[in-house]
């Protein structure tokens, strides 16, 4: 179109618009009827132009033509339309006067229009040009777009003489009107409406805006500036903040933080309080290592036995590099952290200092438990003892009843024992007694009596019967309550077994109903007619009844029945002795010490790897008591037939039996809810301290300690008993076992006789917590 526009002013002609004179200087004086203007060179390209003919100015559109210049100067290699002395090629062209070439092969045009005087599509303020495509007209604005065009108002009137603009807007003077070029912020004809800026919401960031005159104004919100509060203020550059001066201040959006240093805990603005990661376990100290809280942070040191720089430490082996301080005659052994010194074989002492020996008196010679040790330099022999035979090292008990040697009176029972036997009493002997119903045969009453006169013969009329309704029994009071290990019971020679057999044998307090309540010592039995049968309980059954019954309505026959004392218990002195004839469940089994007495003990099998324990006490410490003034050497038994966790205590015999044939001792806390989990823990070898034999108030060789969770292996200890004191030791005034004082109270006991207590001990942490003390031995 623009091409268009400048070929068209191209010719001389006046045009009328709307009262506008156009001042249209045509360039060149048409030759033809219809100037056809293709193409010219312009700057080494062609333009292109439509075709006009010279009446009027009437734009044509042309069809399949042709028509090109070639004109440029050499020396610029520019077009010039008025250029005549120009260079040429394709000389055949026709050139007109001004330089322009024309070729009008396949020339032929078509007039368009009128369309602008026809249609009157454009503002009377606008010049109307046909146009060869559609919609063929195209609005001009004379003086905006084209100011080259001269439009000159007639008899125009200068509106903006009377200054109709307002706010100092530039007025421009139009064709009989004006127009008004508005400042920023001004609107309306004259520019006299001021515009609210606010409302397009200029202020960011919660900034508040106020309309001006022409302007607008942001109150910005606290951490904001800019004249749209769109810059963040940096409140930690320009000092605005409050920070401690150990916290760093962290720019946000509109605000700030403040953050302590490392090291340091708090509001980060009033306080910055040091932390100490020693406490708060928040460093990074080896587990071997000593943590030191300094101002912001911490150092860490290895703990003697081990190098390294805190963070890593590694065990030094003092046995290795020299710096152990064992005897001579003593073997080092490298721990963890640490070392500990066992004199050799043949000499005794603490590692440190070791001297020669007397395996025997010791403990550490390898003879049997029934052969006599004989002290030799540097060494030791064995003897088996009488009634034993063997090597010293083995030795087999010879079994005088069954020899016949024994000698032992009627109404009694020989029982042998470890290298000797006894003559046990029938406890039955005479004793009161009854029967379930009574029962007369040729006129003479079989009493109950006749059933433990101690009369064998076995004949009808010195045996006790009973008629066959209810259903019989017959039943010996002990008077006391006692512990029943064998039975042996008589046949009659006249009607034999078929007055007793199957029976059963119970054992218990419940004298009601024959006492078939009670424990069954046997059960389901039978006797050849005029035989004596021996049977045992399998453990020891404590009563004061002893009932022989049958579940049938039968006449009994009982002409005899003798009760001893545990006969099946020979050589059952302790929990490990259960354990050798293949006992493996934890519960109460029964022993008999050196008269042949039966006590009942808690045996331990399996709470500690190949350790067989044997409980000696327990009590509670709401029992505590009871305890805390009697030594272990003293003879001071409580509940000690009946085992307990609460207050039980065997008689000092019976503890120095068990630990003849131990080899340590340990103490727990808790037992029936924990176990044995090693944590509030001590085991110990009989050989470094014997309860039963210690009275003082110094360091000993324990194997492990553990209180409170600090543990450690192959420890000094101090420990306390004297006549007043329980065995104990004292984790706050301890000088050997310093570690534990970490989390201790002031003079805390543990272990026994708390008399001062901590909660975080487990012995010690409810009424109801307990205190064991055990003998065992390594199986």
């Not at 379930?436 to 019967?465: K, M, P, T, Y």
């Not at 410490?621 to 205590?649: G, H, Q, T, V």
Request: charge should be negative; charged fraction near 20%.
């Amino acid at each position: 179109m623009e091409e268009a526009l400048r070929m068209f002013l191209a010719l001389n002609s006046l045009l009328s618009v709307n009262g506008r004179i156009l001042r249209i200087p045509c360039m060149i004086d048409a030759v033809f009827d219809v100037v056809f203007f293709d193409k010219r060179l312009q700057g080494n390209g062609l333009a292109v132009f439509n075709s006009i003919d010279d009446q009027g100015c009437t734009l044509k559109c042309a069809e399949n033509h042709k028509c090109t210049s070639y004109n440029y100067q050499w020396m610029d290699k520019t077009c010039e339309i008025h250029q005549k002395h120009v260079q040429q090629d394709n000389s055949t062209d026709l050139l007109d006067a001004n330089g322009w070439i024309f070729k009008t092969t396949n020339y032929s045009n078509k007039l368009i229009g009128p369309t602008c005087n026809s249609l009157k599509p454009c503002d009377p303020e606008d010049l109307c040009l046909d146009t060869c495509s559609p919609p063929f007209y195209e609005c001009i604005h004379c003086q905006s777009l084209y100011p080259e065009l001269k439009c000159i108002k007639q008899a125009d009137v200068d509106a903006c003489a009377s200054n109709p603009c307002k706010h100092a807007s530039q007025c421009l003077n139009k064709s009989s009107d004006y127009e008004c070029t508005c400042l920023e912020g001004y609107t309306g004809k004259i520019c006299d409406i001021d515009i609210d800026e606010c409302a397009s919401l200029p202020c960011f960031n919660g900034g508040t805006c106020s309309n001006q005159i022409g302007n607008f104004v942001c109150q910005c919100f606290q951490g904001y500036t800019g004249i749209h509060c769109e810059q963040d203020i940096d409140e930690c550059l320009d000092g605005a903040h409050q920070c401690h001066t150990k916290a760093y201040c962290k720019n946000t959006f509109g605000s700030l933080y403040c953050e302590c240093w490392a090291g340091y805990s708090g509001d980060g603005i009033k306080s910055c309080i040091d932390v100490n990661e020693c406490l708060v376990s928040t460093h990074n100290c080896h587990t071997n290592a000593d943590c030191t809280n300094t101002d912001g942070s911490f150092n860490c040191n290895c703990q003697t036995g081990y190098s390294g720089n805190g963070v890593t430490c590694a065990d030094i082996n003092e046995c290795t590099d020299g710096t152990h301080n064992c005897h001579a005659d003593a073997l080092c052994t490298n721990t963890v952290g640490s070392f500990y010194c066992t004199c050799n074989d043949g000499y005794a002492g603490s590692g440190i200092a070791c001297s020669d020996i007397n395996e025997c008196t010791d403990g550490t010679h390898n003879c049997h438990a029934d052969a006599l040790c004989t002290n030799t330099v540097c060494s030791f022999y064995c003897t088996c003892n009488d009634g034993y035979a063997g090597n010293g090292i083995a030795c087999s008990d010879i079994d005088e009843c069954t020899t016949g040697v024994h000698g032992c009176p009627l109404q009694t029972q020989c029982i042998n024992k470890a290298g000797m036997f006894i003559c046990t009493a029938n406890m039955a002997y005479k004793k009161p007694s009854k029967k379930s119903s009574q029962h007369i045969v040729f006129g003479i009453d079989l009493v109950s009596e006749f059933g433990n006169d101690g009369n064998r013969n076995g004949a009808w009329e010195v045996c006790a019967f009973t008629a066959t309704s209810p259903p019989p029994w017959w039943q010996v009071d002990l008077v006391n309550r006692v512990h029943i290990g064998m039975v042996i019971i008589r046949s009659g020679t006249t009607f034999g077994q078929w007055k007793i057999n199957p029976f059963s044998i119970s054992v218990g307090d419940d004298e009601t109903n024959g006492g078939r309540s009670n424990p069954l010592c046997v059960s389901d039995q039978t006797v050849v007619s005029g035989e004596v049968k021996e049977m045992h309980c399998g453990q020891p059954l404590l009563g004061r009844y002893v009932s022989v019954f049958i579940d049938r309505e039968e006449n009994l026959q009982v002409c005899e029945l003798e009760v001893y004392q545990g006969v099946s218990l020979a050589n059952k002195i302790s929990c490990v002795d259960w354990y050798r004839v293949g006992a493996k469940n934890n519960g109460i089994y029964a022993i008999s010490d050196k008269t042949g007495l039966i006590h009942h003990v808690y045996c331990d099998f399996s709470s500690e790897p190949n350790f067989v324990w044997t409980l000696v006490t327990s009590f509670s410490l709401a029992n505590n008591y009871l305890f805390k003034n009697k030594p272990l050497y003293e003879n001071d038994p409580i509940s000690e037939y009946e085992p307990n966790w609460n207050s039980y205590r065997l008689g000092f015999s019976v503890m120095d039996y068990v630990s003849s044939v131990s080899t340590h001792w340990r103490a727990t806390c808790s037992y029936p809810g924990y176990g044995v989990d090693y944590r509030d823990y001590v085991r110990a070898k009989l050989s470094e301290i014997n309860p039963l034999t210690y009275k003082d108030s110094i360091c000993k060789l324990v194997e492990l300690i553990n209180i409170r969770g600090h543990n450690a292996t192959n420890q000094w200890v101090s420990f306390w008993q004297d006549t007043e004191l329980f065995l104990h030791t004292d984790s706050d005034l301890n000088h050997c076992f310093l570690l534990a004082k970490e989390g201790s109270v002031a003079s805390e006991d543990n272990f026994g006789y708390h008399e001062t207590i901590n909660k975080d001990f487990s012995c010690t942490e409810a009424s109801t917590s307990t205190t064991q003390y055990w003998f065992g031995v390594s199986v």
